[in-house]
């Protein structure tokens, strides 16, 4: 069964650069859109973007060109750097697989990983 | 961006009460529509894909259905397990939305 863990710093100070990684355990790491959504404190769910197992990535607009994601497959990893973070920026990320479609959209987000919580705060 | 809204946006049952969930799209997202589940510190759980379709291991008490524009999901029947937050997600187009969602407590 497959397995998603995130990892990295849950503390980012003002401007400078989240960097998280999501290992993926159990399962292959192809034909799936691997995905990163965040929640803040309190809030609904935001998809950031996915990368999909050929190395291809789309993101979400609202984030402009701020966030990156790529895929280690020798690791089975895939990676988010989101640059310019502001106190907006703080939520719990989470790192899901994307079920694959025809259309270049996930069908669905399942498993997620657990979460991970970053701050942003000097 | 395909906007979702979802009503209620919270509701109190007791164990045994059939709960409706409804969320609507401000456009037509036809049958791409999931739901997950998430309680309170974890993460959320997909419990229905594609309007319909029961995610394998999800209790069959959970029911998703749509009429027009307006999708549903059921609960047959409250179970103490599933007081949490429901939330439902199109997958026409990117990028994928979610809805603000529904908590249910007691």
């Known amino acids: 069964q497959v397995q998603l863990q995130e990892s990295g710093p849950g503390l980012v100070r003002p401007s400078e650069t989240l960097s998280l990684t999501c290992t993926v355990s159990?399962?292959?790491?192809?034909?799936?859109?691997w995905s990163w959504i965040r929640q803040p404190p309190g809030k609904g769910l935001e998809w950031l973007g996915y990368?999909?197992?050929?190395?291809?990535?789309k993101y979400n607009p609202s984030l402009k060109s701020r966030v990156t994601i790529s895929l280690d497959t020798s690791k089975n990893q895939f990676s988010l750097r989101l640059s310019s973070v502001t106190a907006a920026d703080t939520a719990v990320y989470y790192c899901?697989?994307?079920?694959?479609?025809?259309?270049?959209?996930?069908?669905?987000?399942?498993?997620w990983g657990q979460g991970t919580l970053v701050t942003v705060s000097s | 961006d395909i906007q979702m809204s979802q009503s209620p946006s919270s509701l109190s049952a007791s164990i045994g009460d059939r709960v409706n969930i409804t969320c609507r799209a401000s456009?037509?997202?036809?049958?791409?529509l999931n739901w997950y589940q998430q309680q309170r510190g974890t993460a959320p759980k997909l419990l229905i894909y594609?309007?319909?379709i029961v995610q394998s291991g999800a209790p069959s008490r959970f029911r998703g259905s749509t009429s027009g524009t307006e999708f549903t999901l059921t609960i047959s029947s409250l179970q103490p397990e599933d007081f949490a937050t429901y939330y439902c997600?199109?997958?026409?187009?990117?990028?994928?939305?979610f809805g603000p969602g529904t908590t249910v407590d007691i």
């Open positions: 899901a697989r994307g079920g694959y479609s025809d259309y270049a959209v996930p069908n669905w987000f399942d498993p």
């Open positions: 159990g399962g292959s790491i192809f034909s799936y859109y």
């Open positions: 990368v999909f197992s050929s190395g291809s990535a």
């Open positions: 456009q037509d997202v036809s049958i791409y």
């Open positions: 594609s309007t319909s």
């Open positions: 997600q199109q997958s026409y187009n990117v990028p994928p939305t």
